[in-house]
RNA sequence: GGCUGCGUAGCAAAAUGGUUAUGCAGUGGCCUGCAAAGCCAUCUACGGCGGUUCGAUUCCGCCCGCAGCCUCCA
C-alpha cells in the first residue's frame, strides 16, 4: 500500500494509479547551460529512486525527463561564450548524462528536449488562443491570460489578488494583467528562432513542459515531480495550460523534492553556494552523494557540507565492510521481515531514511552471523544487497568501495605481508611500525580472526 | 505583507498519544600481542507558554526562531 504526499491537497494519499498497474510519470529537468550542482542531483537522485521502486513493485513505468534546451540564459551565455547555442547545450547535456551514470540514475525512458517539441507547442499555444484563454500582447509575445483560469493558484495555495504583482518586478505594460506569463517570445535579431503563426521566435518555459509532457504521457497522467522551487509560478502555469488547452485533468499526484541547502540557504546558481557534482566527485565518491542525498527524506531540506559527506562515507563504509569478504548468491530469497521492514518505510511517501536503518539493522545481523551463525549469512548478505540496491547503493564489491583509488595496492600488500611476518616472529614492534606508516597514508589495517589481513583507506 | 513548511539528544536524521529508531561521536565491557573492524551495554532529546487527555515530543491555540515561494531557479 504505497502512499505518497500530494502537494495538491497537501496529504499523503493512498497512491491509486489511473491505469492498473501502469504509472505515468514526469519530472522537470535540467536547463543546460551549465553543469549540474549537488541540488540538481538530488533531483535526479529522488525521482530515480522512486522510478525503481515503482517498477520493484511491478508497474509499468514510463518515466519522462525533460531537457530544457532553449532559455534566455542558454542564449546568454551562447553568446558570451561565442559558440552556437547548439554546441552548448549538446556539451552540457552529455556532461549531465555523465554526472547521472556516475550517481548510479538509470536513464529515464523519454528525455524530451524543448527544441524536438515546436509543433506540439505551438499547436498547444494556437489552441489556447482559440479558447481565448491566450492573447497576442502589444509587443507581439503571446500570453496566457491567468484570470480565464478558475483554478489559477490551487497547487500553490496562492490567490491572483494575493500575489501583489509588480511588487518585486517591473510590470510589463505588453500584458493584460501583470501575472499574465509569456507562451511564445519574438525572436530579437540573432537569437534561435522557429517560425510560428505569430512570426520567428521560440517558447516560453512553461509551455514546454505542458507541451512535452502531454504529449509523452497523454492529456491526463499519473505523477508530476520537480523541485520545491518550481510549484509556483512553473506547475501552477503547466496546470493552466494543459487544463486550459485539453479541458482535462492534467496530473493525479504532484511531488515536490526539498532543497539542497548550504549553511541553511538554498543552494542556487543565483546566489553562487553552488558546489557542481563533478567537483564533489573529485573528493568523494559517487556512491557516497548518492547515500548523503538518500539519508534524509525527499522532501526536507538538506544541508550541504563536508562533514554530512564524512558521515555518509562513514555510514557507507559499515554496510559495505559487513558485507566484505562475503560471497553473495545474486538470487537468494530476501529475508522476509527485513524486506517487509523496507517496504513499509517505502510504502510511506519513500521515506528512504528508515529503509537505510532497515539496512544497518540488517548489516549488524549479518556482522553477529559472521561469528555466532554462519549458515545465515549467505542469505543476510543477500537480502543487504538487493534492498539497498533498490535504493541505487551497495552495487559494487566491497572490495572495491573500501580500497576506493587502485593507486599503490600493491606495495600495501607487499607491507602488509612484511608485517604479517612480523607479528609471526612476534615482532610487534616492527609490526607497529608498519601499520602506522600505512596509518600515515590513510590506509587502516583490520586483522581477522583467521589470520588475515584486510585494508581499507580512510 | 500574503502563502507553504520546519524547529528532535554533541552532529545528522526518522517514527510515534503511553514501549529500542538509525548512522557518526562519547563512556564501560568482550574480542585483539596492541589496535582497527565487529559484538554487548550505556549517557546525552523532543524551541517557549497554555489547552485537550488518565497520559503529549506526538493533537489544538498562541508566541519565538529558521527556511522557501510570491522574478529565473531542481
Known amino acids: 500500500m504505497l502512499k505518497i504526499y500530494n502537494t495538491l491537497t497537501r496529504k499523503k494519499e493512498l497512491f491509486q494509479p489511473r491505469v492498473a498497474g501502469k504509472v505515468g510519470l514526469y519530472v522537470c529537468g535540467m536547463t543546460v547551460y551549465d553543469y549540474c550542482h549537488i541540488g540538481h542531483a538530488r533531483v535526479m537522485v529522488v525521482f530515480d529512486t522512486v ?11 514510463i518515466y519522462v525527463r525533460n531537457i530544457t534546451d532553449i532559455d534566455d540564459k542558454i542564449i546568454k551565455r551562447a553568446l558570451e561564450n561565442g559558440e552556437d547555442y547548439n554546441q552548448l547545450t549538446e556539451r552540457f547535456i552529455d556532461a549531465m548524462h555523465e554526472d547521472e551514470r556516475a550517481l548510479s540514475v538509470l536513464p529515464p525512458d523519454l528525455e524530451p528536449r524543448a527544441t524536438q517539441s515546436i509543433d506540439a507547442i505551438i ?28 483554478d489559477y493558484g490551487l497547487l500553490s495555495g496562492k490567490n491572483l489578488d494575493d500575489l501583489q504583482a509588480g511588487e518585486r518586478v517591473d510590470v510589463d505594460l505588453a500584458k493584460r494583467n501583470p501575472m499574465d506569463f509569456v507562451l511564445w517570445k519574438m525572436a530579437k535579431t540573432n537569437e534561435p528562432a522557429w517560425e510560428s503563426p505569430w512570426g520567428l521566435g521560440r517558447p516560453g518555459w512553461h509551455i514546454e513542459c505542458s507541451a512535452m509532457s502531454t504529449c509523452c504521457l497523454g492529456n491526463h497522467f499519473d505523477i508530476h515531480g520537480g523541485g520545491m522551487d518550481l510549484q509556483f509560478p512553473h506547475h501552477e502555469n503547466e496546470i493552466a495550460q494543459s487544463e486550459g488547452a485539453t479541458g482535462e485533468k492534467f496530473v493525479n499526484l504532484w511531488m515536490h523534492n526539498g532543497f539542497v541547502r548550504v549553511d541553511d540557504e538554498k543552494m542556487s546558481k543565483s546566489l553562487g553556494n553552488f558546489f557542481t557534482v563533478r567537483e564533489v566527485l573529485k573528493q568523494y565518491q559517487p556512491e557516497i552523494i548518492r547515500f548523503f542525498i538518500l539519508s534524509s527524506h525527499y522532501r526536507s531540506p538538506l544541508n550541504y557540507s563536508d562533514e554530512q559527506l564524512n558521515d555518509a562515507s562513514a555510514a557507507l563504509t559499515r554496510l559495505y565492510t559487513a558485507l566484505r569478504g562475503v560471497t553473495i548468491v545474486t538470487d537468494t530469497v530476501i529475508e522476509e521481515t527485513y524486506k517487509t521492514r523496507f517496504e513499509q518505510a517505502m510504502n510511506d511517501d519513500f521515506n528512504t531514511p528508515v529503509a537505510l536503518a532497515v539496512l544497518f539493522d540488517l548489516a549488524r ?20 544487497q538487493q534492498l539497498a540496491g533498490l535504493l541505487g547503493i551497495l552495487h559494487q564489491d566491497a572490495d572495491i568501495f573500501l ?14 605481508q612484511a608485517r604479517l611476518d612480523a607479528k609471526k616472529a612476534k615482532d610487534w614492534a616492527l609490526a607497529d611500525k608498519i601499520r602506522n606508516d600505512l596509518k600515515q597514508q590513510g590506509v587502516i589495517l583490520e586483522d581477522s580472526p583467521d589470520g588475515t589481513t584486510s585494508w581499507r583507506r580512510e
Not at 51 to 61: I, K, P
Not at 368 to 383: D, G, M, N, R, Y
Not at 403 to 416: E, F, H, M, V, Y
Open 365 to 384: 545481523d549479518l556482522n553477529k552471523a559472521k561469528t555466532h551463525e554462519p549458515e545465515k549469512i549467505s542469505v543476510l548478505a543477500a537480502s543487504l
Open 51 to 61: 522510478a525503481r521502486y515503482f517498477r520493484y513493485q511491478g508497474y509499468e513505468l
Open 403 to 416: 580500497k576506493g583509488s587502485k593507486a599503490n595496492d600493491q606495495k600495501i600488500d607487499q607491507q602488509i
Open 123 to 150: 499547436a498547444m499555444v494556437n489552441t489556447l488562443i482559440a479558447k481565448e484563454l491566450a492573447y497576442v500582447g502589444t509587443n507581439g509575445d503571446v500570453f496566457y491570460a491567468v484570470t480565464k483560469f478558475k
